[in-house]
């Protein structure tokens, strides 16, 4: 019989801590491979998944390797705590494999099994040595066999697969993410969903010719990091009757500040609604015009809430990387029309002052036009229900 065995950080997790960490990670595991009929459950100190359909394996793997919580997880052999048992396991596990190479690293966490890890190194090397002619290399070998003995059984395994690390969905509660269609964003939302934050997304659009483009590239993007985090929220806010005062009322040289600061009030009553308590965004101080420490300082200043900008002290390289390995990277860089683009001065203000902004402001029905905003507000729901 084969499991998961599933390793998660727990530098940290101690007591209460541990147990909740633990149940969040196994209910998140579980919602992703119920429906490949296999099921997760906490033994000794560790997350088991039990398969049913062995042929579901890779599918199961690709899951896991996407949940955040899981350092790294292996596809093992199920042994029962007898050591001529586990001497059989390796065998058989290594002959249809191809190595010269190998070493035996046992770990022991039942100490009541009668061999130490050393001894077991040892009993177990030599006989794979004495059967199958291959020679024991302790710096990098080709084969590592890895032997977990536990209370009730033992799992033997070779290959163990990274996973994502972090902290499992929803441990640290809800944030909202200001998602544009840029290459950012995402990946700032990737970074919280890591910390234990379930995302819910928010994205402003003006109704255009190509408001159906910018949906689908969106709605993209979200299932891309649904694979993460589960069922995701999606708000999607038309923005158009802000962005027409604004054309009326702000200086080109504000404009992305006034239209940016709505986006905060915007997000935030989205959030209070929600039950998250705080704001995400993909700013990276000094990238472009609108992120400079001056403006960044008048932008989050129209909300009340914490804004994490996880990418604050990211090079552009080290967030396109990051794009690409969680596969945001390929849509984001598809062209697509920005909501706002088009009311950028051509030499947006780079050092906004508040007294200048909140002077434009006195000549705006902000609370009436976040309001409009929220009416015109569209939730809709990215990553199948069974995933959530
Ligand atoms: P990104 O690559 O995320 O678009 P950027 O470096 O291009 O970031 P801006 O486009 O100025 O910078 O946006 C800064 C941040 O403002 C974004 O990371 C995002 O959090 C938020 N934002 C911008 N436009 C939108 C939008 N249309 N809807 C939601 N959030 C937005
Ligand atoms: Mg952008």
Known sequence: MKVFVVHYSEIGLKGENREFFEKKLVENINRKVKGAGALARRRFG??????????????????????????????????????????????????DMKFSTFKIAASRSNKSFPYNSMEI?????????????????????DVVVHIEICEKEAYIYTERIEGVGGLP????????????????????????????????????????????????????????LAEFQGESKLYMVNFGDVQ?????VVPASYRMIIYRRFMMRIGE?????????????????AQVASQTLDNLAAIYEATGMPVLTPLAG??????????????????????????????????????????????????????GLVEK?????ELVTIGSKREQ
């Open 244 to 248: 027409r005062e604004i054309i009326k």
């Open 169 to 224: 969905v929803s441990v640290s509660g809800r944030v909202v993410s200001l998602l544009s269609g840029g290459i950012d964003s995402p990946v700032a939302s990737f970074l919280l969903m890591k910390r234990g934050c379930k995302i819910v997304f928010v994205h402003f659009f003006n109704e255009t010719l190509h408001s159906r483009e910018v949906r689908k590239k969106i709605e993209s993007i979200v299932r891309v």
């Open 269 to 285: 009553k989205i959030a209070r609604k929600e039950g998250a308590n705080a704001l995400v965004t993909g700013d990276n101080v």
């Open 46 to 95: 560790r997350i088991i998944v039990e398969i049913r359909d062995e042929s579901k394996a890779d599918e199961i793997a690709e899951k896991l390797s996407k949940t955040p919580g899981i350092r790294y997880f292996a596809l093992a052999r199920v042994c029962k705590l007898d050591i001529e048992a586990i001497k059989k396991a390796a065998v058989a596990i290594l002959q």
């Open 121 to 141: 190194n040892r009993m177990v090397g030599s006989v794979v040595v004495e059967k199958l002619g291959k020679k024991v290399k302790m710096k990098e070998p």
């Open 373 to 377: 905003a929220l009416e015109n507000t």
């Open 314 to 367: 990211f090079d552009k390289e080290e967030t396109i990387d990051l794009a690409k390995r969680i596969g945001t990277y390929e849509i984001s860089i598809q062209p697509y029309p920005d909501c706002c683009s088009f009311m950028i001065a051509k030499h947006p203000e780079t050092r906004a002052k508040l007294e200048v902004v909140k002077r434009i402001e006195e000549n705006m029905d902000v609370e």
